[in-house]
């Protein structure tokens, strides 16, 4: 009884080693076909896409227009350039091209690409907006109302020139006078932040305007009333000192 036994077993076994070795033997034979049975796939799948690519453009799906709105700062020619037209316009990933276009300017903020079938592809920009020009010694640099960098050495000549030592880490007094609709607001030239604590204003006409530490506002809303309602005028004054609290000195 135990030699049948065995003699079952050993038939068993050598059954599963025939099952094994013709496993191993269709595997190699699979792998080895495996990257020619992959390059037809892939050669009949470009096939059907630039055929269908081709049905597409043929059928008026091209890209002719590309309309770009929201850039002041940003060059239309570097957008369009990123748009591929030789493809039709159900093929562009709007995402990627986004992407691609928000990567090729620091000005911009956000990117919303969406098509008007057939052939128009729209791209609207929203860029950063610049407040002020800062100094730093020989760099100068744009930046937006919260104080943070936009971009290095970009000329923009209406712009407040703003510097001084930590002077971006108080910027409050500046963005208050620079968004009050205010005459004084407009002969504006620069800011300089003196000494860690205080502020100088340098007119258009050459006059600096020396603020008080404390309530600097107050001292600069007071002047602009003396422009509103009395005959001072600025272009008479290289120097107008308001760092004494209700005394203002002058200097020709």
Same mark, same amino acid.
């Given at each position: 009884?135990?030699?049948?036994?065995?003699?079952?077993?050993?038939?068993?076994?050598?059954?599963?080693?025939?099952?094994?070795?013709?496993?191993?033997?269709?595997? /190699?034979? /699979?792998?080895?076909? /495996?990257?020619?049975?992959?390059?037809?796939?892939?050669?009949?799948?470009?096939?059907?896409?630039?055929?269908?690519?081709?049905?597409?453009?043929?059928?008026?799906?091209?890209?002719?227009?590309?309309?770009?709105?929201?850039?002041?700062?940003?060059?239309?020619?570097?957008?369009?350039?990123?748009?591929?037209?030789?493809?039709?316009?159900?093929?562009?990933?709007?995402?990627?091209?986004?992407?691609?276009?928000?990567?090729?300017?620091?000005?911009?903020?956000?990117?919303?690409?969406?098509?008007?079938?057939?052939?128009?592809?729209?791209?609207?920009?929203?860029?950063?907006?610049?407040?002020?020009?800062?100094?730093?010694?020989?760099?100068?640099?744009?930046?937006?109302?919260?104080?943070?960098?936009?971009?290095?050495?970009?000329?923009?000549?209406?712009?407040?020139?703003?510097?001084?030592?930590?002077?971006?880490?108080?910027?409050?007094?500046?963005?208050?006078?620079?968004?009050?609709?205010?005459?004084?607001?407009?002969?504006?030239?620069?800011?300089?932040?003196?000494?860690?604590?205080?502020?100088?204003?340098?007119?258009?006409?050459?006059?600096?305007?020396? /603020?008080?530490?404390?309530?600097?506002?107050?001292?600069?809303?007071?002047?602009?009333?003396?422009?509103?309602?009395?005959?001072?005028?600025?272009?008479?004054?290289?120097?107008?000192?308001?760092?004494?609290?209700?005394?203002?000195?002058?200097?020709?």
């Amino acid at each position: 009884m135990l030699s049948s036994v065995t003699r079952s077993q050993r038939s068993f076994l050598r059954k599963c080693a025939l099952v094994i070795i013709t496993a191993l033997f269709l595997t /190699l034979v /699979l792998y080895s076909s /495996l990257d020619k049975i992959t390059n037809r796939f892939n050669y009949y799948l470009t096939w059907c896409n630039d055929h269908l690519s081709s049905l597409l453009l043929s059928s008026g799906f091209s890209i002719d227009e590309v309309v770009v709105t929201g850039n002041k700062f940003t060059n239309e020619k570097d957008i369009l350039g990123l748009v591929d037209k030789t493809q039709p316009i159900m093929y562009v990933s709007l995402s990627r091209l986004a992407d691609n276009i928000q990567s090729a300017s620091k000005w911009i903020k956000y990117v919303r690409i969406y098509r008007t079938l057939p052939n128009t592809l729209h791209i609207n920009i929203d860029e950063h907006k610049p407040f002020a020009l800062w100094k730093d010694g020989n760099r100068t640099s744009v930046i937006d109302y919260e104080g943070k960098v936009i971009v290095d050495d970009y000329p923009i000549d209406n712009l407040v020139v703003i510097t001084g030592q930590n002077s971006l880490s108080n910027l409050k007094f500046v963005q208050d006078i620079l968004k009050s609709k205010t005459q004084l607001r407009d002969h504006i030239s620069s800011c300089v932040y003196v000494g860690g604590r205080r502020w100088n204003i340098i007119l258009d006409n050459g006059s600096t305007v020396k /603020l008080p530490e404390d309530n600097p506002n107050g001292a600069w809303d007071y002047l602009g009333h003396l422009q509103n309602t009395t005959d001072f005028t600025f272009s008479d004054w290289s120097i107008i000192d308001m760092r004494i609290i209700d005394k203002i000195f002058v200097k020709r």
